[in-house]
């Protein structure tokens, strides 16, 4: 066991993944020498050359579009936009190229493309740079969108990614980088499009992803306080989606709340209520709840925690659900 | 482009007000510089120190039908437009006063007609439009976008240009060319040149080597008379340095080339050419900043009425 935080769990996996296949390259801006903005690739272009870590213009339409035509001569680019509101230039290449090509030859092409993308607020920084875009990428068929929540996650996921033969978009909370937590660097890890039950309880289910994985926690350990028991799923995996293991536990607690910091509003917590709502119809004791932020640009930072889902507004919603 | 052999002669005097204004851009950086290493200031900033007499330049060349988009290093760009560090900073610092009620921060300034945004050539396209409504609706007016060379890696740029040059529209880029995007060297990240894009469009180019205000004025006229008055796009190069990291604590640069961007410094030049009229507006605007950064910092936090 290390002690690893998870921008540096997801910087030995990556040289992890760089040592086991030659193939994998890892390219965008900033990430060679300055080792990207969060240093998530720090040391592998001194490690591994100017070939497999690949300082890009500022070009991230370019930057995609690249690692496709790498992909389909047999290489797995490991590509890294800087901060989720700079994926936008990008988005053709990533819905209509990356997503779509695999589908439409039938499976003939692989597409073994990683997408990080560093997501979410929570760090003082302002639009474009704390923002939460996962929904329009799960709405994309033929991408699997995943977030990692910890560092021992962070560690196994982004190799398995690296190891899929699949487009990957992987969502970085940002302002849990610097957790830290014991890795172990031998263990195989939950398999990739696996959710994973983080904290076990009886009364609802909580089900979250990325950053507030760690803010459904907590609020489960205050709600124990008041006699509460509440079950957290780290989804881990957004597309696909791991429904046996949502819908085990929604069935057995009957209430469910979905957390994330996308707005609500067609935010991807509305395609789970509908699907728990659709499979576990007759064990529900109340609607799934959301939370989320609002549908309002991300605000500055001086506003970002009255945005930002945290514990208390989690609590209300469980408070809530015992309302009807 | 080469190194401009023009930056190390002796600069010649300025007007009180341009300086003061060089000098008022200089201290509100510096300044928030300074707040950020207290812990007073929240997310993150791009300072233009080194760069001020770009925007400084252009403030007489520009007029107020005219159009403004600005980037992610945009505070001079703004000053230079409107006399406001007030209003300025207390948008930084989210304080009463702030010009877009402290919603926008410091890379989302809109205020009449300037705009600016931190995602990189996206307001190329954006600004194209505002030029093509002038050219329709106020024939002599122009839209000026402000953009670094890092930003020529976006495609955005391109289409931009394109349109601008088919449709002859008054739009003036103005490109700082201060040798780094970020961390990454401009001859690591741009084939060819600025000079040779802006032509394989049919746009005219104009490098600028000096930060002698005087002589970017007197050159830069005529050419943006054209755009304005014949529809003919212009892409103005200034070879500049930025002299602090990119946005905190974040230079990758070896120290001689920190070096090498602080010896052009049109600071230290213009102090060493004209120590008197430099001493004084200096002082006076170093105390002008401190003031309004305690009047600011002492304000409540700004708000809105949504209703409003
Ligand atoms: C589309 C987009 N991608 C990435 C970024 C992150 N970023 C902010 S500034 C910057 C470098 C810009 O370089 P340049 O255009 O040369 O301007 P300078 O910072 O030197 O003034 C980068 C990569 C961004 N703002 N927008």
């Known amino acids: 066991m290390t002690t690893l935080t998870l921008a540096k769990a997801l910087n030995e996996g990556l040289r992890r993944s760089m040592e086991d296949d030659s193939k994998v390259l890892v390219m965008g801006e900033d990430v060679g020498k300055l080792g990207g903005v969060f240093r998530v690739t720090d040391g592998l272009q001194k490690d591994f050359g100017e070939d497999r870590v690949i300082d890009t213009p500022l070009a991230e339409s370019g930057i995609i579009g690249t690692a496709i035509g790498l992909a389909l001569r047999g290489y797995r680019p490991v590509c890294e936009i800087q901060f989720d509101g700079f994926v936008f230039p990008a988005a053709d290449q990533l819905i209509t190229q990356l997503a779509k090509m695999p589908l439409r ?15 979410g607020g929570g760090i003082g920084a302002v639009e474009h740079h704390s923002e939460s875009p996962e929904a329009y990428f ?33 969502f970085e909370p940002k302002r849990r980088y610097w957790d830290k937590a014991e890795v172990d660097l031998m263990a195989a890890g939950v398999p990739l499009d696996r959710a994973r039950v983080v904290r076990q309880g009886s009364d609802v289910t909580l089900l979250a992803y ?18 509460r028991s509440l079950e957290v799923i780290d989804l881990r995996s957004l597309s696909p989606l791991d429904m046996d293991v949502v819908a085990g536990s929604v069935e057995r607690t009957g209430r469910c709340v979905v957390v994330h910091e996308a707005p609500v509003f067609t ?3 509305a395609e ?7 499979r576990c119809f007759y064990h529900l004791e109340s609607p799934v709840l959301r939370v989320g932020g609002f549908s309002t640009p991300y605000p500055p930072s001086r506003l970002e925690d009255h945005y930002l889902p945290d514990l208390d507004r989690v609590l209300d919603a469980v408070d809530r659900a015992f309302t009807y | 482009m080469t190194e401009p052999a023009a930056t190390l002669v002796r600069l010649p005097r300025a007007a009180d007000e341009d300086l003061d204004l060089l000098l008022l851009i200089r201290h509100f950086e510096l300044a928030l510089l300074d707040l950020f290493g ?13 760069q001020e007499y770009v925007p400084v330049a252009l403030r007489r060349l520009l007029g107020e039908t005219d159009y403004v988009f600005s980037n992610h290093r945009g505070h001079g760009h703004y000053l230079a437009r409107f006399d406001d560090p007030e209003g300025l900073l207390a948008e930084i610092m989210g304080r009463e006063g702030a010009v877009c009620n402290g919603v926008g921060g410091s890379q989302h300034i809109l205020r009449d007609r300037y705009v600016s945004t931190g995602v990189q050539g996206e307001s190329l396209p954006v600004a194209t439009g505002a030029a093509l409504h002038l050219k329709r609706t106020a024939p002599g007016a122009l839209a000026c976008v402000y953009i670094g060379d890092g ?4 495609g955005a740029v391109y289409e931009a240009l394109n349109l601008a040059s088919l449709w002859r529209l008054p739009l003036l880029i103005v490109v700082e060319h201060n040798g780094i995007a970020q961390s990454t060297p401009t001859a690591r990240q741009m084939a060819g040149t600025v000079r040779s894009r802006a032509q394989a469009f049919g746009v005219r180019h104009h490098g600028i080597e000096t930060s002698d205000l005087n002589a970017i004025r007197h050159e830069l006229a005529p050419l943006v008379a054209e755009v304005r008055f014949e529809g003919r796009p212009l892409v103005v190069e200034f070879v500049t340095h930025r002299l602090g990291p990119h946005s905190k604590g974040d230079d990758t640069r070896p120290p001689e080339v920190v070096e090498h961007a602080r010896a052009r410094d049109w600071y230290g030049l213009y102090a060493e050419a004209h120590p008197e009229q430099f001493a004084r507006a200096d002082e006076a605007q170093r105390a002008r900043v401190a003031a309004i950064v305690q009047d600011v910092s002492a304000r409540p936090l700004s708000g809105w009425d949504p209703c409003a």
């Open chain 1, 105 to 119: 030859s039938l499976g003939k092409v692989r597409l073994p493309v990683v997408v990080r993308i560093p997501f």
């Open chain 1, 138 to 170: 799960t709405h994309t068929a033929g991408l699997r969108v995943v977030a990692c929540s910890n560092p021992a996650d962070a560690y196994t996921m982004i190799q398995d990614a690296v190891r899929c033969d699949d487009p990957i978009i992987f």
């Open chain 1, 210 to 227: 990325g950053p507030m994985v760690k803010t459904c926690i907590e609020a489960a350990g205050a709600a124990e306080q008041e006699g």
């Open chain 1, 267 to 269: 935010g991807f917590g």
């Open chain 1, 272 to 278: 789970l209520a509908a699907r728990i709502s659709e």
């Open chain 2, 38 to 50: 207290r812990g007073e200031l929240n997310g993150t900033t791009h300072t233009c120190v080194g």
């Open chain 2, 151 to 154: 930003t020529w890696g976006e």
